[in-house]
């Protein structure tokens, strides 16, 4: 089953030497995950203030500068995996450096037929 593993941060997050190795730590976790076939995706996000968003309604749509939602954790990345059921993902999530500083929130991913992959 494929698994999005959310990474929420507060604030500004870790210091920019923290967040460093916490990008080296991540990628080494993801190079295991792919030698072990678990590993999909992942990816840092740009900070809050780059964030774009667009709401359609009524057929018009309305694209409003930063997040939708004020709150006091961000989400700053993710991973994709895939894992054999919550608890190995729990497993997973629970090595993903930015929980150090934040919270990692794990989905089931719904798997649609007919769209593309990779």
Request: hydrophobic share 35%; with cysteine.
């Amino acid at each position: 089953m494929k698994y999005v593993l959310l990474i929420y941060q507060e604030g500004d997050g870790p210091s920019e030497t923290e967040r460093e190795q916490c990008y080296r730590k991540s990628v080494e976790l993801a190079n295991e995950l792919h030698q072990s076939g678990k590993y999909l995706s992942a990816a840092p996000l740009q900070p809050t203030s780059t964030a774009t968003s667009i709401r359609v309604r009524d057929g018009k749509r309305l694209v409003t500068d930063g997040p939708f939602a004020e709150t006091r954790e961000h989400l700053g990345g993710f991973f994709m995996i895939d894992a054999k059921d919550l608890d190995e993902a729990i497993n997973i999530a629970s090595r993903i450096p930015g929980g150090r500083w934040g919270t990692i929130e794990i989905r089931p991913v719904v798997e649609i037929q007919g769209l593309p992959t990779n």
